[in-house]
Each structure stands twice: as structure tokens, then as C-alpha cells.
């Protein structure tokens, strides 16, 4: 059944003439349509500058830090400083070591007994900067005997201050006793505290010899060690498997 209302197929809808014509729809699809797309279109054009902005500044942040970084890891700790001290062997003194050939090699007591010495060749008398130098390769660190730091021996230069890891690094050395046993001892410069335990070969293998070196000695070692060759005394402390 049809409603009372709807028109029949094939013919036009009856008016009547007592009501008011309906109103024609109006078109929105030329005024609004495009109002929208170009809202939508400007939308997207804000969107993309934004999006290339936000991306410029990142690509310019992560560039500065990384100029930053590489500008800090240029320099020396900031916690160093080159001070006086009155004690021979004061911790972070740093020593000038003559060859006996024109050059002369540098050292940096560091805790306890432990001097290490670099890996960097110098003329007698050279204008060094501390600073700069203490940051260099470090070719070996052993035990010193005291005398090497008495005048007379190994000219005293200045004392560079001990940072935070050198201060309270604890230090392994390798130790073999006569019976070929193989221990690694260890010394905390925090607690004052040191030990021994045992260890296996290739535990140790690359680990510094637990000796006391003289003053003569480690200039044999340094001397050696800028030519390329081997040392006597390494090879003779070398561990046995």
C-alpha cells in the first residue's frame, strides 16, 4: 500500500495551489566545498612548514650537541688543574724523564706506587703543556721506586690533579710465584685496601707484572719502547704458562 502522498509512476506529484512552492534546495557544493578545500589545503601548507621547522631545529640541535661533545672530548677534564705541591711524589705530579739521546719521555704519579708513562716523545727543555700531555696514550704503568722522584733524578714539573676515576681506580697487576702459581693482585687507593686471588694464564695475559721498577730501568723500557723493540726486563718478568 502506497503512502496517501507519494506519486504515482509515471506521473508528476499534485500541487496544491493553497501551499507555498517549496523552497530549492541551494547548492553548497560551489560555495562551501571549495572553502573547505582551501581551508584544508592551507591547513596542510601551515602543517608541512611547521613539520619543516620542527625538523630544522632538531637537525640543528643534534648538530650543536654534537659539536658540543666533540668539544668537550677536545679538551682535558675539567676537574683537572695544574697546582704546586711541595711533596716529590705528590699525587698527579708529572715528571720529565731524559733519554740520553735528545729526547725525553713523561710520567704522572698517579696513587700508591703507580707512575704511568706516556706514549709521546719530547725534546730536553720542551715547553709542555700539562694539561694537554696527561691526556695522552698511556704506553705502560708500574711500580716506582721512590728514589726516581728524589732531585737529581727525574726533573719534578708540576702537578696535575688526579680526577674522580684516577683518584679512586683500583689497579690489577699479574703475579707468578716459584712454583709457577699465577695470582692477580689488586690495590683500592679509596679503602687503602689491597689483595691478592688467583687466576688463571689467560686472565693475566695482559696484565702488567707486579715489580718495583727503578728509575734506570724504566728508561731502558721507555728508550725501547720509542724504538720499536723488545725489553729485556718485560721478558724477563713475562708470565709462564
Avoid at 592551507?42 to 625538523?55: L, P, T, Y
Avoid at 729526547?103 to 730536553?124: K, M, N, P, S
Avoid at 697487576?173 to 693482585?185: E, N, P, W, Y
Amino acid at each position: 500500500m502506497r503512502h496517501p502522498t507519494a506519486p504515482r509512476t509515471g506521473t508528476q506529484p499534485a500541487i496544491d495551489p493553497r501551499l507555498p512552492l517549496p523552497r530549492k534546495p541551494r547548492s553548497r557544493s560551489k560555495t562551501i566545498v571549495p572553502q573547505t578545500a582551501s581551508r584544508r589545503a592551507e591547513r596542510r601548507a601551515q602543517s608541512a612548514r611547521a613539520s619543516a621547522s620542527g625538523v630544522f631545529l632538531v637537525v640543528d640541535s643534534l648538530r650543536r650537541a654534537s659539536v658540543r661533545e666533540l668539544e668537550v672530548h677536545d679538551q682535558p677534564p675539567a676537574s683537572r688543574k695544574v697546582v704546586k705541591a711541595r711533596a716529590n711524589r705528590a699525587p698527579g705530579r708529572v715528571v720529565r724523564i731524559d733519554l740520553g739521546d735528545g729526547r725525553c719521555a713523561y710520567g704522572r704519579q698517579l696513587t700508591g706506587v703507580i707512575v704511568e708513562f706516556y706514549d709521546r716523545v719530547g725534546g730536553a727543555g720542551e715547553a709542555v703543556n700539562l694539561l694537554e700531555l696527561v691526556v695522552s696514550p698511556v704506553a705502560f704503568r708500574v711500580w716506582v721506586v721512590d728514589s726516581a722522584f728524589r732531585r737529581g733524578n727525574w726533573e719534578l714539573l708540576d702537578v696535575v690533579t688526579l680526577d674522580e676515576d684516577e683518584a679512586t681506580r683500583i689497579h690489577y697487576f699479574a703475579k707468578q710465584d716459584i712454583r709457577g702459581r699465577i695470582s692477580v693482585h689488586w690495590s683500592n687507593p679509596v679503602s687503602g685496601g689491597s689483595g691478592e686471588r688467583a687466576a688463571s694464564f689467560e686472565e693475566c695475559r695482559d696484565l702488567e707484572i707486579a715489580a718495583v721498577w727503578s728509575r734506570e730501568h724504566v728508561e731502558d723500557r721507555l728508550r725501547d719502547h720509542f724504538d720499536g723493540r723488545p725489553n729485556k726486563w718485560v721478558e724477563s718478568l713475562r708470565l709462564k704458562p
